[in-house]
């Protein structure tokens, strides 16, 4: 929000900042994620050069848990197995809400080199947990892992957090119309 | 000592037992044996003086259509010689004696063996599927294998 830019020169007046509540606690959610990371194969490798200093992941407001209960979103990274694929649903399960799903690599987004001859990998985690946002590549670069953390930042500040029922219907009647 | 050497004393005290030695083709020469004495001369390549063959590099398996086959990789710490040992049973009773009390790096090898390609090693302590899920239909690296149409609930096709 470019908030921090203004601390050395202040807004007049003792610096209030008029806006929705809403606004301010998706900028907070957006920018304070914890993730659990779900290493399955080379894109792991290739996170973990994410997470080291050169490209630091954590500026992101990122930090990896190692439980599902305390991640706000859920980084599957390599190839999915059948054997795999059910524990996977189970950790996505014990997650609390609002959670998110990022897939990371050919492998996870469709099945990669295995989407046609692989009998014990599944086509695409999202046959079994619900994604938000694809990241591809065979292993992505640290910068499409960027790209995709900036995607789903995006993602959760458009959110709406009050009367989402409401709005909800509101909409689908302006779609009735 | 050499592939041939080995087959010249292994014959002499196993006969029949031991059936072919390939060392002409320009690949790893290898010996070729019968199942039913499989263990006892796998000891006997492991503690006689002349072989030593302290170490299983490898134990694979392999599907020849009407047979099945195990390979066996053996090395001499002390010797430094190396050895390929083969071994095949009928594709309807695939049965062979385990080595896994001889060389402890058996135990997995021949669970993946297992697993795979559906050879079963008599004599192992605990021959369950290592890498597929415990209910798993068939073994999946078998020519004939037919992948099934899905796996609890799960599309196995795209």
Redesign the interface.
């Given at each position: 929000m470019g908030l921090l830019n203004r601390l050395d020169d202040p807004y007049e007046g003792g610096g209030i900042v008029l806006g929705k509540i809403e606004d301010i606690l998706n900028w907070g959610r957006s920018k304070s994620n914890w993730y659990l990371h779900f290493g399955l194969a080379c894109c792991a490798i290739e996170f973990m050069a994410m997470n080291a200093s050169h490209f630091d992941f954590m500026r992101f407001g990122t930090i990896p848990r190692t439980s599902p209960r305390q991640a706000d979103f859920i980084m599957i990274t390599g190839t999915v197995t059948f054997k795999m694929a059910e524990r996977i649903k189970i950790l996505y399960e014990q997650m609390a809400e609002p959670k998110y799903v990022i897939s990371v690599g050919s492998c996870s987004n469709c099945g990669g080199p295995y989407w046609e001859h692989g009998y014990h990998v599944l086509k695409g985690v999202d046959k079994i947990i619900p994604v938000d946002v694809y990241i591809p590549g065979c292993p992505p670069r640290p910068e499409a892992f960027q790209e995709g953390m900036i995607k789903l930042q995006k993602k959760i500040n458009e959110q709406a957090i009050f009367n989402k029922r409401k709005r909800l219907k509101k909409e689908q009647s302006d779609d009735n119309k | 000592m050499l592939t041939n050497e080995i087959f010249e004393k292994l014959k002499s005290e196993f006969g029949e037992n031991i059936l072919e030695c390939n060392d002409q083709q320009p690949v790893d020469h290898f010996i070729v044996v019968k199942s039913e004495k499989l263990f006892e001369i796998c000891h006997t390549l492991r503690d006689d003086d002349d072989f030593l063959f302290d170490y299983l590099m490898s134990l694979s398996g392999m599907d020849l259509n009407e047979n099945l086959g195990v390979v066996y990789h053996l090395y001499s710490m002390k010797l430094k010689h190396k050895l390929v040992l083969k071994v095949m049973v009928p594709k309807t009773d695939p049965k062979t004696p385990s080595v896994e009390r001889i060389w402890r790096t058996a135990d997995w090898h021949e669970r993946e063996a297992y697993d795979l390609m559906g050879i079963e090693f008599t004599g192992h302590h605990n021959l369950i599927r290592i890498l597929?899920?415990y209910d798993w239909e068939g073994h999946?690296l078998r020519k004939d294998?037919q992948?099934?149409e899905s796996?609890?609930g799960?599309?196995?096709?795209?």
């Open positions: - | 597929c899920p999946p294998y992948t099934p796996y609890h799960m599309k196995t096709s795209s």
